[in-house]
């Protein structure tokens, strides 16, 4: 589907004004080639275009949108706050009753500090991995992606990886210099890092189950490891979980794996698809943050109220409807589709999915790490990706990113995604 002529009208507008026409970079459709639509509405598991052409949408907002877009519930839970008032500046109950949650519902979290996105949340947990072990080196891996946060722009995923430049222009490499980047799942790299560096390592940072290079899985053991060798050398564990909290499991992937990080961050589904992140750990390291202690971190609308109201509102009727193991039911679903249809056109990619997050790799190679993902056919991608778009299903629009469903996607929706999967798997 060619871009509408409202969306290129207004691509051109945006263009003058706009760095790249877009607020985020991965929007601007350069790993699929072609322009962006622009988006009149939003609801359940479709969005329509200012040309009035409607799509079943897997993007979900890179992920926030987990009920479908709109949920009744959250919209109301945004209309009742915001009638009270937006923003205050000053404490406010849902920020208690948001804190609760949190640390109800992911135990490893016994204090929580309230942001404005995801990359606040792992710029500050960065902050206070260093301030609490006096320590500088992070440990981050290729591919992951935590966020436009200085220190951790180097091999980066998502849209840093999209557009090839995995290690951002303006980080100064005083900065870079204090950040190492490791293969993912290589024990070795990792383990002579650590018995060369160990005690100069304030943290790992690393997504557990990495979705920003497509949906990279650990091998088994590997988080256990990375749990370990930090413990050894008294180093903290970061699990970033702004993608998978709350989407994969009510715990996230700590919970799946039963491995206890020291620290996490969340965003995303939290907010309801308002600004909203997180991060939050141990209280012992919770406690050095101003105002009791020496490391310093603020924002105005941390905690703003209609925020808060609307990720309250998402998660619990999140909850309410079972949600994790409905989700689970549809990507079943999704996933033997995909695999018959693969089957059927023998094509060999390499089908990943973990709950309701998923990534088709279009190469023959099992992707174990970032250097496997990139050996996918990016021409074949773009087809496959185009070819779904004239048929009104949009998936992301980039191979190094993951695929999400939401519980507003019915079993016709993804029958009907299978079929035009299936006809561009054909096509290619
Ligand atoms: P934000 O600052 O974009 O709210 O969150 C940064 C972030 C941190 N950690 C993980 C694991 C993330 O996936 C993200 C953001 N994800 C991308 C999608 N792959 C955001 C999309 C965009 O940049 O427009």
Redesign the pocket.
């Known amino acids: 589907m060619s871009q509408g002529p409202l969306s290129a009208k207004l691509f051109a507008a945006a263009k003058q004004i706009i760095p790249g026409g877009v607020?985020?970079?991965?929007?601007a459709f350069r790993n699929v080639g072609g322009e962006p639509f622009f988006v009149r509405r939003a609801k359940g598991c479709r969005i329509w275009d200012v040309d009035d052409r409607e799509m079943i949408d897997y993007v979900g907002t890179?992920?926030p949108a987990i009920l479908g877009h709109a949920p009744v519930p959250v919209i109301e839970a945004i209309h009742n706050a915001a009638k009270e008032g937006v923003s205050f500046g000053i404490p406010n109950p849902y920020e208690v009753e948001m804190a609760r949650l949190i640390c109800e519902w992911v135990p490893s979290i016994q204090k929580v500090r309230m942001v404005?996105?995801?990359?606040?949340?792992?710029m500050s947990a960065i902050r206070l991995a260093r301030g609490f072990t006096k320590r500088d080196r992070i440990v981050k891996f290729e591919g992951?992606?935590?966020?436009?946060v200085d220190s951790l722009l180097v091999a980066a995923?998502?849209?840093a990886l999209t557009h090839g430049r995995p290690d951002s222009a303006g980080v100064p490499s005083a900065f870079a210099d204090l950040t190492t980047i490791l293969p993912l799942n290589d024990v070795e790299a990792l383990e002579s890092l650590f018995a060369a560096q160990g005690g100069g390592i304030a943290a790992i940072i690393v997504?557990p189950y990495?979705?920003?290079a497509g949906l990279i899985l650990p091998k088994p053991g590997f988080l256990q490891k990375l749990r370990d060798i930090t413990a050894k050398h008294g180093a903290l564990l970061i699990f970033?979980?702004?993608?998978?909290g709350f989407r994969l499991a009510k715990g996230g992937v700590q919970e799946i794996e039963k491995i206890t990080p020291d620290l996490t961050?969340l965003?995303?589904v939290i907010g309801g698809g308002l600004?909203v992140?997180a991060f939050g750990g141990r209280a012992d390291i919770m406690d050095i943050l101003a105002p009791d202690g020496p490391v310093y971190q603020a924002g105005t609308l941390s905690g703003n109220p209609v925020a808060m109201a609307a990720g309250l509102a998402q998660l619990r009727e999140l909850q309410k409807q079972n949600g994790f193991a409905r989700l689970e039911e549809l990507g079943q679903m999704m996933e033997t589709s995909v695999l018959d249809a693969l089957k059927a056109t023998g094509r060999d990619y390499q089908w990943y999915r973990r709950g309701s997050m998923f990534c088709l790799f279009f190469t023959g190679k099992p992707v174990h790490n970032l250097a496997d993902a990139k050996s996918a056919d990016l021409a074949a991608f773009r087809k496959f990706f185009h070819h779904c778009l004239d048929n009104g299903v949009y998936f992301?629009p980039s191979q190094?990113?993951?695929g999400f469903i939401s519980m507003a996607h019915a079993k016709e929706d993804i029958a009907r995604t299978a079929e035009v999967a299936a006809a561009a798997l054909r096509a290619l």
């Open positions: 607020n985020s970079p991965v929007r890179w992920g404005n996105s995801g990359t606040e949340a792992t992951c992606y935590h966020g436009h995923g998502s849209g997504e990495p979705a920003n970033d979980e702004v993608m998978t961050c965003g995303k600004p992140g992301a190094f990113e993951t």
